[in-house]
């Protein structure tokens, strides 16, 4: 089992920045990738931005890209999301994600994503 403990969410003004950090701990070493993902009151979640463990490799939602950096330290097993140009519409719940080798999919589809944070409040105002 892998545990997931996000911080660092909270309000900011349109334009703003703000970093989440996600803390892990547990049976690390079975996350293929860890990543981000958003849930707006009355929408779906969505897949914000993931990074596998081993080569690094960076996915990133469409409406984040070059606004959004996901970065990890594996010595420390920790994931953050460095947010900035913030809009109203990335106002959400952000919950930290991991998913196992074993379970193969997408690192963005939350269907297949076996380990969840329990979130944090991220408020962007216009």
Same mark, same amino acid.
């Given at each position: 089992v892998v545990q997931l403990v996000e911080s660092g969410g909270g309000s900011v003004q349109a334009g703003g920045s703000l970093r989440l950090s996600c803390? +892990?701990?547990?049976?690390?070493?079975?996350? +293929?990738?860890?990543?981000?993902?958003?849930? +707006?009151?009355g929408k779906q979640r969505e897949g914000v931005a993931a990074i596998y463990r081993?080569?690094?490799?960076?996915?990133?939602?469409?409406?984040? #890209?070059?606004?959004?950096?996901?970065?990890?330290?594996?010595?420390?097993?920790?994931?953050?999301?460095?947010m900035n140009n913030? #809009?109203?519409?990335?106002?959400?719940?952000?919950y930290c994600a991991a998913r196992s080798f074993t379970?193969?999919?997408?690192?963005?589809?939350w269907r297949d994503i076996d380990y969840w944070g329990k979130g944090t409040l991220v408020t962007i105002s216009s």
């Open positions: 803390a +892990a701990s547990g049976a690390t070493d079975r996350a +293929a990738c860890m990543g981000w993902f958003r849930q +707006a009151p081993v080569s690094g490799r960076t996915l990133y939602v469409d409406s984040v #890209k070059g606004r959004f950096t996901i970065s990890q330290d594996n010595a420390k097993n920790t994931v953050s999301l460095q913030l #809009k109203p519409e990335d106002t959400a719940m952000y379970s193969g999919g997408s690192c963005l589809n």
